[in-house]
């Protein structure tokens, strides 16, 4: 049973977060594209990434995405989006502990990178994804003053998403957004298996 | 330059994580649907359950989505993602402090979970959002212990999905895989619009 007291006190409380909901939305009036970072060791980086490029194909923007170290395997992102015109530019080695050639790595990561650097200049792309591109600059295989340079350079109405856990301190410095998504348990430690269409 | 050396170290430090990963993923046997929760107050909650989507449908599964909350406006995900065959509930009431009505939120959250209860109950389902569910627990809106037992008693290969700030212990309990997602940095605490593509 609800008592009038309740209902009211409920309306007063929702009234005060809409007032303050209004004025941060009212002193917020630039418009630009946004650097967005999901880091940290937790399951969604990724995900929030691809679901980002969901959004905004669905608002008709035209976006790109270039995959760092993923990419030998059955896609489910790969597979809906492209259908979208996504253009998708993925490294294509595997993981990189499955490769285990350093010099073949760095190859792969600079062609990618020619891909995003171009779309990184070009006013076309609304959005640009740079997935898993930490552990490109953590391993030193790309050059963080040339990336940081190609996104703070980039058109201003677009939209840059990086994922990957322990991102670079300079990179986190030009985010606008920043999110760390933390591990509290995972799946995969009770003994489930990574399953299609949740994990990749 | 790459120094042989280097080559060497990080090929035996790659092969290290690649032993460690095989090890893990052939502890990992067991094959059945998981309970994935994004809380905490960062961005990407919502985002990353679409992305689990967009993941799912380019596998060829079966999706429903309920939205608690949100659903008066312009909707990305729904507009990509419904071209695929993915069914959505929305409370479409818009968001609670901009109805304060209490009474008719609570009705709108019961029609939404009706849906819910009966895709929680449907084997043809592969995946099940119940995206913001957190925010209708935690106003008492829905009963917590009607929603364990539909999520619990799902069909054993569904998966299920639960976003929103402040996910209920009981909850959390059930759950394989949680990520808390923390707020680094806002833009819009820089003064940036919201806006079409990112945000919604």
Chains 1, 2 share one sequence.
Not at 24 to 29: E, K, L, M, N, Q
Not at 61 to 86: M, P, R, S
Not at 120 to 140: F, I, W
Not at 170 to 186: F, G, M, N, Y
Request: one cysteine or more; proline letters at 1%; glycine letters at 8%.
């Amino acid at each position: 049973m609800e008592t009038r007291t309740n209902t009211e006190r409920h309306r007063q409380r929702q009234q005060k977060i809409k007032e303050r909901v209004d004025s941060r939305v009212a002193a917020a009036t630039e418009r630009k594209g946004i650097v967005l970072v999901f880091t940290g060791n937790g399951k969604g980086k990724s995900t929030a990434a691809f679901g980002t490029v969901t959004r905004a194909i669905g608002h008709g923007k035209t976006v790109g995405v270039a995959q760092f170290i993923k990419g030998q395997w059955d896609n489910g992102e790969y597979n809906t989006l492209h259908q979208h015109n996504v253009e998708f530019h993925i490294m294509g080695t595997g993981f990189t502990w499955e490769t285990q050639n350093r010099e073949e790595d760095i190859q792969a990561a600079h062609a990618v990178w020619q891909e995003s650097k171009r779309m990184l200049a070009d006013a076309r792309y609304d959005l640009v994804v740079l997935d898993e591109l930490t552990y490109m600059l953590a391993y030193h295989y790309l050059d963080i003053q040339e990336v940081i340079a190609s996104i703070v350079n980039r058109p201003s109405h677009q939209s840059v998403v990086v994922t990957g856990r322990g991102c670079h301190s300079q990179l986190l410095d030009i985010a606008d957004t920043v999110s760390e998504i933390r591990p509290v348990k995972h799946a995969f430690d009770s003994g489930i298996q990574a399953q299609s269409g949740i994990d990749w």
